[in-house]
């Protein structure tokens, strides 16, 4: 936990807050906190900067936060990915957010097992504690959107054009030739296929609506590999 993630329920008086459970336990046996140490913290949705432990007992800790500085930039790609299986959509869910995207679809197509759609890792306080975890590892604050889509043709044809509105937007795919861009300016969109990547169909579906395939190279990666890959080189910055 490399960020106190504090809760608007947390404060129990002006200036005061109260933490139990998991955070209470990486402050008491991780962290080893001791009361007029500081940590970095910051309000869900809000701003960062730090607490100072004031009291820490078997089930609870009180702090005093000073939140003034405003959470890191945020990523400008939306990920829009074929849903995959759970575990491995916990994964990059997790990294994905880890590295600031705030935006995300998690749609259908031919190779996306319907019992996918049935995980428990999809149910709200699953991807609540997810979403949480990663922003705490991040240092930010921002809950990121994150929706659902069980068709991919209704997807592609009535929802893409205005999700794109205009920004580029690259398709990860086995049988791409064209290089992934490096350092971006601006929004733009990342489009990740299933394992074994999207049919001739929807490849092509997807290009005829202004997604450019494209490729990071000849090996083949796992999607939990290929997501923070692909974002990296996307949003690299110049030296």
């Known amino acids: 936990m490399n960020l106190l993630l504090l809760d608007e329920s947390d404060y129990i008086a002006p200036g005061l807050v109260r933490i139990a459970g998991r955070r209470h336990r990486q402050l008491l046996e991780v962290i080893k906190a001791e009361p007029g140490k500081f940590c970095k913290a910051g309000m869900l949705n809000g701003l960062t900067g730090t607490a100072e432990l004031l009291e820490i007992g078997a089930d609870a800790a009180t702090l005093r936060p000073d939140l003034t500085v405003p959470p890191p930039e945020p990523s400008p790609v939306t990920l829009i990915a074929a849903l995959p299986r759970p575990k491995t959509f916990q994964k990059v869910l997790h990294a ?31 991807l609540d504690e997810t979403c949480r975890l990663a922003l705490e590892q991040a240092g930010d604050t921002a809950m990121p959107r994150i929706e659902f889509r069980n068709r991919f043709k209704p997807f592609v044809e009535d929802e893409l054009p205005g999700i794109l509105a205009g920004r580029p937007a690259y398709a990860g795919h086995p049988a791409a030739t064209e290089p992934i861009p490096v350092g971006i300016r601006g929004p733009a969109a990342l489009v990740i296929g299933p394992e074994g ?43």
Not at 98 to 120: L, Q
Not at 202 to 226: C, N, Y
């Open 96 to 126: 994905a957010v880890t590295m600031g995207v705030k935006e995300f679809w998690f749609i259908a197509c031919w190779k996306v097992d319907k019992s996918y759609w049935s995980s428990p890792n999809l149910e709200t306080a699953s």
């Open 197 to 239: 990547g999207f049919t001739g169909y929807e490849i092509d579906l997807l290009a005829r609506h202004g997604v450019t395939p494209v490729t990071l190279g000849r090996r083949t990666l796992r999607t939990e590999v290929a997501v923070p890959a692909l974002l990296a080189t996307l949003t690299a910055q110049p030296r």
